[in-house]
């Protein structure tokens, strides 16, 4: 059975070496090239940063290829991992399970995030290196009765050196991404295409043929049985639409928006980020130095990174925003978001100033990087896992098949869905 895989992030890497491991034939397309973690020093950035002369978030594509940044209103900044391994490159190896709205269609993926838990291997980092700083918003936290929790770290601490920039890719290899799913795939026998973007379907009498790819310029035909899109939220909807099929326009990000305080010394960015975090009930609060804002954010601009503190709220955003054929997305920010962000901002503050960080107290820069909903399941569709709008032998195996905003991390969820959506495909075809 010959099988097209696009994508190589947490649903497509996952769907690849299930549907290899079952001995399909499987060719994965990347749009990006192998990915390389950032290893140049990082303070020549400094005196750029404190004159204005980095520029927007733009530059960050420049230095740093893999990560794909989109302004999708003034106020809000996607990111995206457009390399090998997808947006996992780019994480901070939280592993949570995330389940909003799973209920209400009838989805239990209980057995697919053990099945995952164990594959990946989650650890707890050591609560010796977490920075004062962080200890100390974490007792303020407990104090407030925030209830904060250790966050479940998919992390080697015996290769993790502290460096604090997960997001510019794991230079010691400590943090799993999904790549290590992606080597399993091409060990039992896949190909992998990196540079290789999907541009759209072929659909003959209704049924899915192929795709047709980009490659050194030239549009190519690649004939398949069965043709499964993980290209994220953005990326599948942006390929659907080309196919003239209809993905929907409910794109969520799970809004991040980070408050900087000030602690001289606090050395925040010598630990690994997001080491524990507190679960409200759509939004989560967890320390991180948000680089974005470090660089890029103009009222962030006179404090140092030594001094800087950031504490992140994530907020499970109303599912509403648009991806359009040229890969343009129109998502903003809501009146709705906009209060319950500000309601989490002042838990947020309490919690900073009870750990002794001062201010001034400074929002950072609104961006999302959890890009889901654009081809949400329904009740109907759980029975078979597949929209039963698409054509048949097209399949969805990405955070897009998730209806609901999380505000919390979405790595597990995507490869539970894409697990069952390939153990669906595998039925379906061995028939
Ligand atoms: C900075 C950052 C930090 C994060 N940290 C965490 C974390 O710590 N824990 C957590 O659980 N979640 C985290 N997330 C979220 C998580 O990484 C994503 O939700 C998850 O990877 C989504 O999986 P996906 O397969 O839907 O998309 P992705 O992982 O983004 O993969 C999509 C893939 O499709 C490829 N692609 C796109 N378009 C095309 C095309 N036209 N043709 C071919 N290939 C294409 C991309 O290059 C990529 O490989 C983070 C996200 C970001 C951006």
Redesign the pocket.
């Known amino acids: 059975m010959r099988t097209i895989v ?9 769907a690849a070496r299930e549907l290899a491991a079952k001995g399909f034939e499987v060719i994965i ?4 090239k192998e990915f390389k973690p950032f290893t140049r020093l990082l303070s020549w950035a400094e005196p750029l940063r404190r004159t204005g002369l980095l520029g927007n978030e733009k530059n960050i594509t420049r230095l740093f290829p893999p ?2 940044t989109t302004r999708s209103a003034n106020d809000l900044v996607l ?10 490159v ?7 399970r ?1 389940d909003h709205g799973l209920k209400e269609i009838g989805l239990d993926l209980t057995p697919e995030f053990e099945e995952i838990e164990r594959n990946i291997g989650i650890t707890e980092f050591p609560r010796e290196r977490w920075q004062p700083v962080t200890q100390n918003m974490f007792e303020a936290a407990e104090k407030l009765g925030l209830e904060p929790k250790a966050t479940p770290k ?1 992390v080697n601490s015996v290769k993790c050196v502290s460096c604090g920039l ?2 510019l890719g794991c230079t010691t290899g400590a943090r799993w991404d ?1 790549r290590r799913f992606l080597d399993d795939a091409i060990n039992a026998g896949a190909a992998l295409h990196t540079s ?4 759209k379907v072929i659909i003959e009498n209704g049924q899915s043929k192929g795709v047709i ?1 980009r490659s050194e310029n030239k549009l190519n035909p690649i004939k398949a049985d069965v043709v499964v899109l ?7 909807a ?2 659907l639409k080309a196919s003239r099929l209809p993905a929907k326009d409910n794109l969520w990000v ?1 809004i991040v928006l980070t408050l900087g305080g000030v602690l001289k010394g606090a050395n925040q960015l010598k630990e690994l ?2 080491a524990w975090y507190t679960k409200h009930e759509d939004y989560i609060l967890s320390p991180y130095l948000d680089i974005l804002s470090h660089w890029f954010h103009k009222p962030w601009r006179n404090v140092s990174i030594d001094d800087r503190v950031g504490l992140m709220v994530k907020l499970a955003d109303i599912e509403e925003g648009a991806v359009y054929v040229d890969g343009k997305v129109q998502k903003d920010i809501k009146k709705e978001d906009h209060l319950r962000l500000d309601e989490a901002i002042s838990v947020a503050r309490n919690v900073l100033e009870s750990a002794g960080v001062s201010g001034p107290y400074i929002n950072g820069v609104h961006n ?5 909903g654009t081809v949400p399941l329904t009740k109907a569709d759980v029975s078979s896992m597949k929209p039963s709008w698409l054509p048949e032998g097209l399949w969805v ?4 098949l998730a209806p609901r905003s999380q505000g ?8 539970a869905l ?1 697990l069952k959506v390939a153990r669906k495909i595998i039925e379906n075809e061995m028939i």
Do not use: F, K, Y
């Not at 990111?79 to 996992?88: D, Y």
């Not at 780019?90 to 949570?96: F, H, P």
């Not at 195996?397 to 897009?400: F, I, R």
């Open positions: 696009v994508g190589t992030g947490a649903g497509g890497a996952t397309l990347e749009s990006g990560m794909d990111v995206r991992g457009i390399t090998t391994g997808g947006s996992t780019l994480s901070c190896g939280n592993i949570v995330a998919a997960c997001e999904s290789s973007p999907v541009e790819v993980a290209a994220g939220g953005i990326g599948t942006q390929i799970d980020p997001m999302g990087g959890h890009l889901g195996a990405d955070l897009s919390l991390p979405t790595i597990l969820l995507t490869a894409a």
